[in-house]
């Protein structure tokens, strides 16, 4: 085994680290802290930041990447060592080889048979047409009537398994939160959902394809789960790249006015004339021209789709920071005409101390509110661009490819319905979560919606 | 109101000036004159003669932005900058990298593009405007609170869901129109049918729940105060006080997507198969012809420049305490 | 209770509750309003006189609730009735005005529409007749030329003009019944006298019943008949005007009254060396205009004014709003550029100074801000706040620098207990003290108090004030002290300047201004000074 350490899985890291600092010193001031008691004082605030952590945590398991050791083919004589050029996650070995169980073609969930006739022989070596049986599932079964019982049966083992494993998790964590004021019971209910499912996901999906296979052959449900590390990292990644570049020009041109302002606003109106969708595209397809003139970069097709993956952030995040900007620099204008600030200048303070000590502090609530407003728009913007062609590169498992590769087969008769499906399910899940989890955000923190509680 | 205007007209060229330089650096950083030969003739026919008789041909053998062999201001127009983005400022597209003329090609596939948008934007924001204000009639109740969520929830499913859907139920199983396709003669608006419905139900979920919010905003105002205390009822406060001041915001909001009438359509256009601009713009990046692409760019900043330039206009129309000069 | 015939209004037991604090607002008010009288409701921030006025004509906000009383209007009760009927009784039987008309009025509606859509609600009047009675109300109120003003737009109007607009909007269908919320609290002092005039001039003409809610114990004086103080809820004190003055029964009410400024109490006029000295001063601001943003022509801000402040003196700069006063002080902070004249501390001239050669300066001269919630940011603690000055300007070791926040502290009467908490966490007056508590932990030489106490409740205002005075006598601290209210101008200021657009109109020793103004605007602003006269106010106290 050969840990392999791709762009993004770093960025990755190094953003969730960030994070945790960045919480932990907003712990110290006492009104951050209650915004945020505000936010997790409801159920949906619970449930939805609940969510919101599995598919964070899925994306992290599946960031943490690895080639498996081949084994050594018999006869030759070497020391050396080969790797797959498959690259695995640690989230492939928790779905207990999910991935690897291919089939011919399509195939609807719980199916044990194909989609598609194909001609067989039988015994005699006659030539006939049907639907041949699928070869990773139900292989156990005697007869194919038994199906149901037997899923049932499966099932039932499962969610015995999910609601022991909840019991434990939830139990130590009441240990520790039962004196706590706010709704933690939500986020139990959800933990508990979201384990049994995945609890009977893992324990029935070497029998069956819950989700059926996609033209390819490939496992559906396995695909969404692959589409969900794409989905968090886009979301957060060009957001972040996005942030330094926003919040440094927004604060210089509110701060300073006068040629500074000009200049800025000179640029972010020159960048938000543009169409965007027209410069992601370019910008997206001149970086893929780039990536085919020199395939020696990469030595697998992961690192190759992983370069594009990290281009598109960095398009993203630089084509989207002149509405952030414009949003700082008119709140940068605000807080500098405060008296506060006037006073700090009667005191001597320098810039840079004033700008760090009293505008950065008092802007990060646009920030933050920006943030999880970008993270879910970002999320459905992928799936449009991956439709489009400029998007996540075809080798790395992204909802809007599955939509993109599904889109004509509404059309078959029958329907082939479950690609469409779970793809929406998966993506619908976690939008939700994150647009219902940035209202709340952002009812907290907006001084105006606070201030009207407030004298209400 | 005049002086405003022409100076807005004014600062729109440094501002056009800045997006064709950074389209053409875009494109130059990563993709040479060279490469774009090489594409464009086909890796078999490549030799040094053809590509620079390709590059001759097409006007790219000269430097990018200065040229220290020319004289005087010849300098700086002798270079492919100039010649190729500069002209774009007296609307002479030229021709494609595939040598089709770019202006007529835009001039036909407007209309279709134009087609499709129109009704969507204009029945998008009437039904908008109606959910909310019927919304906010039952504000603070529970189901306000329902209905929200529920905008949440279409604002959460991708675009592409709803044109999939659209054409499935709508055109597949209850077969009232056709899946796709378009025809500028005879019964076109058969075809137009499915794209507008798509574009305003896609819509529904965050225009309404934006209008609900600004609506609201303006409910909190003192204004509205004093017209409950002449004895105003209700609905006559809603229509005659919170209408009117909240168009100012749905205005600035409104105009500035004018330009992506012309724009916009891109998804719509290529799944419904209609030859449009959008449809255009799909095939141009997709076959990188990068003429095509400048134009397009160049052609969308005006727009959204323009689109700036009516919203202040339509803010003065709103807001009588806006003066502009 | 038998209604009197001339009892128009009255109101029993009135209990309101905040619906998620669960807090009572109101804990049973009661009173009657009369008909050709003005009652007061009087009370500071937070006393639940605008929740009454609010309550009875049931236009509480979603938060709080009635939860008990009756209101009877003409043998109404106004709790029963549907709101169908309630939106007759609104504007028909009793009227309303607010506090800040600008905010009150409809932006995007003509006055003239605004008037008209009153008579349109409750009378079958329409066309030329509608537009003819709009325009006999204007006449009514003052608006001159009332044909041209009735399609204004209210931005186009002053502050007076806004309010006038709005108590002809509230006549239009001939109430009986006037609810008047603060009407004066945000005019300029010369304006807030012809609006109270034309106030009272109609609740006699018209024989209305008028409840005036206001803080400003010198407006209850000149304008009301009979007064009731308001505190927490509950109504403490009612009284008639004359015998309530004379007698206050309250200890709370007797503080209110005596917050009143006392025309006989000079400072001594001043002698000593200048401190700071301001020759010719301007600060202009630039307008531009035409395709090129070519300068066209400058606000004058501040156009040319001279005065000098003595080490330990108190110069107060009195002005209404937009005077430029706030602008002069800036000036001498330096945050604002001077386009003109020289500005002097101490025989040198720091107008013309870099950043890094002001610094010195910078600790001699400090300010103190009217609003003391935007002047502290939010995110620090008091102990950080007071620090800001300390560790830029001083170099103190860290024991020197322990003490001094303690003292500090101790100083303006908080307690060293208050050094790690927040300022949201600390009300106006004590947001004040740090303010004082800031600027002097440099240990300055000139305070700038842009307006420190406006933004105050006046039994808090005159704490503050006091303070400053200590202050001044233990430290010789020299103040200019910025401010529209000449009210608090005696008994601390040594010397007094008037601006007008700009201008020094006046400047003189105190007693010479207050007692024999000379220009025109000084006498105007004085006269328009609502005061208890002297003779009571020091009867009511010496007793």
Same mark, same amino acid.
């Given at each position: 085994?050969?840990?392999?350490?791709?762009?993004?899985?770093?960025?990755?890291?190094?953003?969730?680290?960030?994070?945790?600092?960045?919480?932990?010193?907003?712990?110290?001031?006492?009104?951050?802290?209650?915004?945020?008691?505000?936010?997790?004082?409801?159920?949906?605030?619970?449930?939805?930041?609940?969510?919101?952590?599995?598919?964070?945590?899925?994306?992290?398991?599946?960031?943490?990447?690895?080639?498996?050791?081949?084994?050594?083919?018999?006869?030759?004589?070497?020391?050396?060592?080969?790797?797959?050029?498959?690259?695995?996650?640690?989230?492939?070995?928790?779905?207990?080889?999910?991935?690897?169980?291919?089939?011919?073609?399509?195939?609807?969930?719980?199916?044990?048979?194909?989609?598609?006739?194909?001609?067989?022989?039988?015994?005699?070596?006659?030539?006939?047409?049907?639907?041949?049986?699928?070869?990773?599932?139900?292989?156990?079964?005697?007869?194919?009537?038994?199906?149901?019982?037997?899923?049932?049966?499966?099932?039932?083992?499962?969610?015995?398994?999910?609601?022991?494993?909840?019991?434990?998790?939830?139990?130590?964590?009441?240990?520790?939160?039962?004196?706590?004021?706010?709704?933690?019971?939500?986020?139990?209910?959800?933990?508990?959902?979201?384990?049994?499912?995945?609890?009977?996901?893992?324990?029935?999906?070497?029998?069956?394809?819950?989700?059926?296979?996609?033209?390819?052959?490939?496992?559906?449900?396995?695909?969404?789960?692959?589409?969900?590390?794409?989905?968090?990292?886009?979301?957060?990644?060009?957001?972040?790249?996005?942030?330094?570049?926003?919040?440094?020009?927004?604060?210089?041109?509110?701060?300073?006015?006068?040629?500074?302002?000009?200049?800025?606003?000179?640029?972010?109106?020159?960048?938000?004339?543009?169409?965007?969708?027209?410069?992601?595209?370019?910008? !997206? #397809?001149?970086?893929?021209?780039?990536? @085919? &003139?020199?395939? +020696?970069? *990469?030595?697998?097709?992961?690192?190759?789709?992983? $370069?594009?993956?990290?281009?598109?952030?960095?398009?993203?995040?630089?084509?989207?920071?002149?509405?952030?900007?414009?949003?700082?620099?008119?709140?940068?204008?605000?807080?500098?005409?405060?008296?506060?600030?006037?006073?700090?200048?009667?005191?001597?303070?320098?810039?840079?101390?004033?700008?760090?000590?009293?505008?950065?502090?008092?802007?990060?609530?646009?920030?933050?509110?920006?943030?999880?407003?970008?993270?879910?728009?970002?999320?459905?913007?992928?799936?449009?661009?991956?439709?489009?062609?400029?998007?996540?590169?075809?080798?790395?498992?992204?909802?809007?490819?599955?939509?993109?590769?599904?889109?004509?087969?509404?059309?078959?008769?029958?329907?082939?319905?479950?690609?469409?499906?779970?793809?929406?399910?998966?993506?619908?899940?976690? !939008? #939700?979560?994150?647009?219902?989890?940035? @209202? &709340?955000?952002? +009812?907290? *923190?907006?001084?105006?919606?606070?201030?009207?509680? $407030?004298?209400? | 109101?005049?002086?405003?205007?022409?100076?807005?007209?004014?600062?729109?060229?440094?501002?056009?000036?800045?997006?064709?330089?950074?389209?053409?650096?875009?494109?130059?950083?990563?993709?040479?004159?060279?490469?774009?030969?090489?594409?464009?003739?086909?890796?078999?026919?490549?030799?040094?003669?053809?590509?620079?008789?390709?590059?001759?041909?097409?006007?790219?053998?000269?430097?990018?932005?200065?040229?220290?062999?020319?004289?005087?201001?010849?300098?700086?127009?002798?270079?492919?900058?100039?010649?190729?983005?500069?002209?774009?400022?007296?609307?002479?597209?030229?021709?494609?990298?595939?040598?089709?003329?770019?202006?007529?090609?835009?001039?036909?596939?407007?209309?279709?593009?134009?087609?499709?948008?129109?009704?969507?934007?204009?029945?998008?924001?009437?039904?908008?405007?109606?959910?909310?204000?019927?919304?906010?009639?039952?504000?603070?109740?529970?189901?306000?609170?329902?209905?929200?969520?529920?905008?949440?929830?279409?604002?959460?499913?991708?675009?592409?869901?709803?044109?999939?859907?659209?054409?499935?139920?709508?055109?597949?199983?209850?077969?009232?129109?056709?899946?796709?396709?378009?025809?500028?003669?005879?019964?076109?608006?058969?075809?137009?049918?499915?794209?507008?419905?798509?574009?305003?139900?896609?819509?529904?979920?965050?225009?309404?729940?934006?209008?609900?919010?600004?609506?609201?905003?303006?409910?909190?105002?003192?204004?509205?105060?004093?017209?409950?205390?002449?004895?105003?009822?209700?609905?006559?406060?809603?229509?005659?006080?919170?209408?009117?001041?909240?168009?100012?915001?749905?205005?600035?909001?409104?105009?500035?997507?004018?330009?992506?009438?012309?724009?916009?359509?891109?998804?719509?256009?290529?799944?419904?198969?209609?030859?449009?601009?959008?449809?255009?713009?799909?095939?141009?990046?997709?076959?990188?012809?990068?003429?095509?692409?400048?134009?397009?760019?160049?052609?969308?900043?005006?727009?959204?420049?323009?689109?700036?330039?009516?919203?202040?206009?339509?803010?003065?129309?709103?807001?009588?305490?806006?003066?502009?000069? | 209770?038998?209604?009197?015939?001339?009892?128009?209004?009255?109101?029993?037991?009135?209990?309101?509750?905040?619906?998620?604090?669960?807090?009572?607002?109101?804990?049973?008010?009661?009173?009657?309003?009369?008909?050709?009288?003005?009652?007061?409701?009087?009370?500071?921030?937070?006393?639940?006189?605008?929740?009454?006025?609010?309550?009875?004509?049931?236009?509480?906000?979603?938060?709080?609730?009635?939860?008990?009383?009756?209101?009877?209007?003409?043998?109404?009760?106004?709790?029963?009735?549907?709101?169908?009927?309630?939106?007759?009784?609104?504007?028909?039987?009793?009227?309303?005005?607010?506090?800040?008309?600008?905010?009150?009025?409809?932006?995007?509606?003509?006055?003239?529409?605004?008037?008209?859509?009153?008579?349109?609600?409750?009378?079958?009047?329409?066309?030329?007749?509608?537009?003819?009675?709009?325009?006999?109300?204007?006449?009514?109120?003052?608006?001159?030329?009332?044909?041209?003003?009735?399609?204004?737009?209210?931005?186009?109007?002053?502050?007076?003009?806004?309010?006038?607009?709005?108590?002809?909007?509230?006549?239009?269908?001939?109430?009986?019944?006037?609810?008047?919320?603060?009407?004066?609290?945000?005019?300029?002092?010369?304006?807030?006298?012809?609006?109270?005039?034309?106030?009272?001039?109609?609740?006699?003409?018209?024989?209305?019943?008028?409840?005036?809610?206001?803080?400003?114990?010198?407006?209850?004086?000149?304008?009301?008949?009979?007064?009731?103080?308001?505190?927490?809820?509950?109504?403490?004190?009612?009284?008639?005007?004359?015998?309530?003055?004379?007698?206050?029964?309250?200890?709370?009410?007797?503080?209110?009254?005596?917050?009143?400024?006392?025309?006989?109490?000079?400072?001594?006029?001043?002698?000593?060396?200048?401190?700071?000295?301001?020759?010719?001063?301007?600060?202009?601001?630039?307008?531009?205009?035409?395709?090129?943003?070519?300068?066209?022509?400058?606000?004058?801000?501040?156009?040319?004014?001279?005065?000098?402040?003595?080490?330990?003196?108190?110069?107060?700069?009195?002005?209404?709003?937009?005077?430029?006063?706030?602008?002069?002080?800036?000036?001498?902070?330096?945050?604002?550029?001077?386009?003109?004249?020289?500005?002097?501390?101490?025989?040198?001239?720091?107008?013309?100074?870099?950043?890094?050669?002001?610094?010195?300066?910078?600790?001699?001269?400090?300010?103190?801000?009217?609003?003391?919630?935007?002047?502290?940011?939010?995110?620090?603690?008091?102990?950080?706040?007071?620090?800001?000055?300390?560790?830029?300007?001083?170099?103190?070791?860290?024991?020197?620098?322990?003490?001094?926040?303690?003292?500090?502290?101790?100083?303006?009467?908080?307690?060293?207990?208050?050094?790690?908490?927040?300022?949201?966490?600390?009300?106006?007056?004590?947001?004040?003290?740090?303010?004082?508590?800031?600027?002097?932990?440099?240990?300055?030489?000139?305070?700038?108090?842009?307006?420190?106490?406006?933004?105050?409740?006046?039994?808090?205002?005159?704490?503050?004030?006091?303070?400053?005075?200590?202050?001044?006598?233990?430290?010789?601290?020299?103040?200019?002290?910025?401010?529209?209210?000449?009210?608090?101008?005696?008994?601390?200021?040594?010397?007094?300047?008037?601006?007008?657009?700009?201008?020094?109109?006046?400047?003189?020793?105190?007693?010479?201004?207050?007692?024999?103004?000379?220009?025109?605007?000084?006498?105007?602003?004085?006269?328009?000074?609502?005061?208890?006269?002297?003779?009571?106010?020091?009867?009511?106290?010496?007793?």
């Amino acid at each position: 085994m050969k840990p392999l350490l791709l762009w993004s899985d770093l960025l990755i890291y190094v953003l969730v680290l960030m994070l945790c600092l960045f919480f932990l010193r907003l712990r110290s001031d006492p009104q951050t802290r209650e915004h945020w008691r505000r936010v997790f004082s409801t159920r949906l605030g619970m449930v939805t930041f609940t969510l919101i952590l599995v598919y964070v945590g899925i994306a992290l398991l599946d960031s943490l990447h690895f080639r498996r050791a081949l084994e050594p083919v018999a006869g030759t004589q070497s020391s050396e060592r080969f790797y797959d050029n498959q690259v695995t996650s640690a989230l492939d070995v928790m779905l207990g080889g999910m991935g690897e169980r291919f089939e011919r073609t399509y195939s609807s969930p719980f199916a044990l048979i194909s989609f598609a006739k194909e001609n067989m022989k039988d015994e005699n070596g006659a030539l006939y047409r049907d639907f041949p049986q699928l070869e990773h599932a139900g292989r156990h079964l005697s007869a194919p009537a038994e199906r149901w019982t037997d899923v049932l049966k499966k099932s039932i083992t499962a969610l015995i398994w999910g609601l022991l494993i909840s019991a434990v998790l939830v139990g130590m964590q009441w240990a520790f939160l039962r004196r706590s004021s706010l709704p933690w019971y939500a986020s139990w209910l959800t933990q508990t959902t979201v384990i049994c499912l995945a609890v009977w996901l893992v324990l029935i999906s070497p029998y069956y394809h819950v989700l059926g296979t996609d033209r390819g052959g490939a496992d559906v449900a396995y695909q969404s789960i692959k589409g969900v590390r794409t989905a968090v990292l886009l979301g957060t990644l060009a957001t972040l790249i996005m942030l330094p570049i926003a919040v440094t020009l927004g604060v210089m041109a509110g701060y300073f006015k006068g040629r500074v302002d000009d200049v800025v606003q000179y640029l972010y109106t020159t960048m938000s004339s543009i169409p965007g969708i027209l410069l992601i595209a370019a910008s !997206v #397809l001149l970086f893929q021209v780039y990536i @085919d &003139l020199h395939p +020696d970069f *990469f030595s697998t097709g992961m690192e190759k789709a992983d $370069a594009r993956f990290i281009a598109l952030c960095f398009i993203l995040g630089v084509t989207s920071w002149s509405s952030l900007c414009r949003l700082i620099r008119g709140e940068t204008l605000k807080i500098s005409q405060l008296e506060f600030v006037q006073a700090a200048h009667a005191f001597g303070v320098s810039h840079s101390r004033i700008v760090t000590r009293h505008i950065l502090p008092n802007v990060v609530h646009i920030i933050l509110i920006t943030f999880v407003l970008d993270f879910s728009s970002l999320v459905l913007a992928e799936a449009v661009l991956s439709y489009i062609g400029v998007g996540i590169d075809p080798a790395m498992g992204s909802w809007g490819n599955m939509i993109n590769s599904a889109r004509s087969e509404l059309s078959r008769e029958p329907v082939v319905w479950w690609t469409l499906s779970g793809a929406f399910f998966f993506m619908f899940v976690l !939008v #939700l979560a994150a647009n219902l989890f940035a @209202d &709340l955000v952002r +009812d907290a *923190f907006d001084p105006r919606t606070g201030s009207r509680v $407030a004298t209400a | 109101m005049l002086i405003y205007i022409i100076r807005r007209l004014f600062y729109a060229i440094p501002i056009l000036l800045g997006v064709n330089l950074l389209t053409f650096t875009l494109f130059f950083v990563v993709n040479s004159p060279d490469d774009m030969a090489v594409s464009q003739l086909g890796a078999k026919y490549v030799t040094p003669e053809a590509i620079h008789s390709w590059k001759e041909k097409n006007g790219y053998d000269r430097p990018l932005f200065y040229n220290p062999d020319a004289a005087g201001s010849d300098a700086l127009t002798e270079t492919i900058f100039f010649s190729k983005s500069l002209r774009l400022f007296a609307f002479d597209f030229g021709r494609s990298e595939s040598g089709r003329d770019i202006t007529t090609d835009i001039s036909t596939r407007m209309w279709p593009s134009l087609a499709v948008a129109v009704p969507s934007f204009v029945v998008g924001i009437w039904v908008n405007i109606c959910v909310a204000l019927l919304v906010v009639m039952f504000h603070a109740t529970r189901l306000d609170r329902w209905i929200v969520f529920v905008f949440v929830a279409m604002m959460s499913i991708s675009y592409l869901f709803y044109i999939i859907g659209g054409q499935y139920l709508v055109a597949k199983t209850w077969r009232l129109v056709p899946i796709s396709g378009f025809h500028a003669q005879g019964q076109f608006w058969k075809f137009l049918i499915l794209p507008v419905l798509v574009g305003v139900v896609a819509g529904i979920g965050a225009g309404a729940r934006w209008y609900r919010t600004l609506f609201l905003e303006e409910a909190n105002q003192d204004y509205v105060r004093t017209a409950r205390a002449k004895g105003a009822s209700e609905i006559r406060i809603l229509f005659r006080h919170i209408l009117p001041n909240a168009l100012i915001p749905i205005l600035t909001g409104i105009v500035v997507l004018i330009p992506s009438l012309f724009m916009g359509g891109l998804l719509i256009e290529s799944f419904f198969g209609i030859p449009g601009l959008g449809s255009y713009m799909l095939d141009a990046i997709k076959s990188q012809d990068f003429a095509i692409v400048r134009s397009m760019v160049f052609i969308g900043s005006i727009l959204y420049i323009i689109g700036l330039i009516l919203t202040d206009i339509s803010y003065t129309w709103a807001d009588p305490r806006l003066r502009l000069d | 209770m038998m209604a009197r015939p001339n009892v128009l209004m009255q109101v029993q037991d009135l209990r309101v509750k905040g619906l998620e604090t669960g807090g009572t607002i109101l804990n049973g008010v009661s009173f009657e309003l009369k008909a050709g009288e003005i009652f007061a409701l009087v009370g500071e921030s937070g006393s639940g006189k605008s929740v009454t006025s609010l309550a009875a004509m049931r236009l509480l906000p979603a938060a709080l609730a009635i939860t008990g009383g009756e209101v009877r209007v003409a043998g109404l009760d106004l709790f029963e009735l549907p709101e169908a009927d309630m939106q007759t009784v609104r504007g028909e039987r009793v009227a309303m005005i607010f506090q800040n008309a600008m905010s009150a009025l409809n932006p995007v509606q003509t006055v003239g529409e605004q008037v008209a859509e009153t008579l349109r609600l409750h009378t079958s009047q329409r066309g030329s007749a509608l537009r003819q009675q709009v325009l006999q109300l204007f006449a009514e109120v003052g608006i001159k030329s009332p044909n041209e003003r009735y399609s204004f737009y209210p931005h186009q109007l002053s502050g007076g003009q806004q309010q006038r607009v709005l108590i002809a909007m509230a006549l239009a269908c001939e109430p009986n019944i006037l609810i008047a919320d603060e009407p004066t609290t945000a005019l300029d002092v010369t304006i807030q006298q012809q609006v109270l005039a034309l106030i009272k001039g109609l609740t006699r003409s018209r024989q209305l019943a008028v409840l005036l809610i206001t803080h400003d114990m010198s407006v209850v004086r000149n304008t009301a008949d009979e007064v009731a103080v308001m505190y927490r809820g509950e109504i403490i004190e009612q009284a008639a005007v004359d015998a309530f003055f004379r007698n206050p029964k309250e200890a709370y009410s007797r503080r209110l009254i005596e917050a009143l400024p006392n025309l006989a109490d000079f400072h001594s006029a001043f002698e000593g060396e200048a401190l700071l000295e301001l020759d010719d001063v301007k600060v202009h601001f630039p307008v531009r205009k035409g395709i090129l943003q070519r300068i066209s022509d400058y606000v004058r801000a501040v156009d040319g004014v001279s005065l000098s402040i003595g080490r330990g003196e108190t110069y107060a700069l009195v002005g209404e709003s937009g005077s430029g006063k706030s602008t002069l002080g800036r000036a001498i902070l330096n945050l604002d550029r001077i386009s003109a004249g020289s500005i002097t501390f101490q025989g040198v001239s720091i107008h013309s100074l870099n950043r890094r050669a002001l610094l010195p300066y910078r600790k001699k001269i400090q300010v103190i801000f009217q609003n003391p919630f935007s002047s502290m940011n939010p995110r620090l603690t008091l102990r950080e706040i007071i620090y800001e000055g300390v560790d830029s300007l001083m170099n103190l070791s860290g024991i020197e620098r322990e003490q001094r926040i303690t003292v500090l502290l101790d100083r303006v009467q908080l307690g060293a207990e208050f050094s790690q908490r927040y300022p949201h966490e600390l009300s106006g007056g004590q947001l004040q003290r740090v303010a004082i508590a800031r600027a002097l932990a440099v240990e300055p030489e000139l305070i700038i108090c842009d307006e420190p106490t406006s933004a105050l409740d006046v039994s808090i205002r005159a704490e503050v004030l006091e303070l400053l005075q200590e202050l001044q006598s233990e430290f010789g601290v020299s103040y200019l002290f910025i401010t529209h209210d000449l009210s608090i101008v005696p008994g601390l200021a040594h010397r007094v300047g008037v601006m007008q657009s700009g201008r020094l109109v006046e400047q003189g020793t105190a007693e010479e201004i207050l007692t024999r103004p000379q220009h025109p605007y000084t006498q105007a602003l004085l006269a328009s000074v609502p005061r208890v006269d002297a003779a009571e106010s020091t009867d009511s106290t010496g007793e």
